[in-house]
């Protein structure tokens, strides 16, 4: 998932060194990227890195991120969010998509419930007590404090 924050002057969903330099090409990663929900309009509106939205998204789309998250719905890229073939080259909502769709088709969403794993969770299961004891264990444990002695300010 890439945020509302800028590395080196480049907000974080369209920073090629984030996406493409590291993510893909140093680490290999080769799932999809979501945008944290409304940082790609925060790459024109907040960051003033683009002109409007389709150059926000247009931007963001050629840096990597394959998925735009706006304020709880994940969409993948569309024509008319890219702005016009000068802005946006069309092959990079496809290959955003088909990202997406091989870790659902990974993932068994597409195959009948009972023949994968998770598909056969009740939603009983979410939120029961013993989950919740055990991610409030999980936080408790897993907690680090930090004394602040000239390393967070100085």
């Known amino acids: ?9 480049a907000p974080a969903c369209a920073n090629t060194m984030l996406l493409r ?3 893909r090409e140093a680490w290999h990663f080769d799932g ?15 960051h003033h890195y683009a002109a409007d939205m389709p150059h926000a998204a247009a931007v963001s789309l050629k840096a990597g991120t394959d998925i735009e998250c706006v304020y709880g719905a994940g969409r993948p890229f569309t024509a008319w969010r890219c702005g ?3 802005t946006c080259d069309r092959s990079r ?4 998509l088909r990202r997406l769709f091989r870790a659902r088709f990974d993932l068994g969403m597409f195959d009948p419930p009972e023949s994968y794993a998770y598909g056969r969770i009740p939603l009983t299961e979410n939120n029961s007590p013993e989950h919740r ?13 930090l004394k602040n002695k000239d390393v967070l300010y100085r």
């Open 133 to 145: 004891t055990l991610a409030l264990q999980a936080a408790r444990e897993s907690m680090v404090l």
């Open 93 to 96: 909502p496809r290959q955003g």
């Open 1 to 9: 998932m890439c945020a509302y924050n800028a590395i080196d002057g």
């Open 84 to 86: 016009t073939p000068a």
């Open 21 to 23: 330099d590291h993510l």
């Open 32 to 46: 999809y990227v979501v945008s944290d929900c409304g940082a790609v309009a925060d790459v024109g509106m907040g």
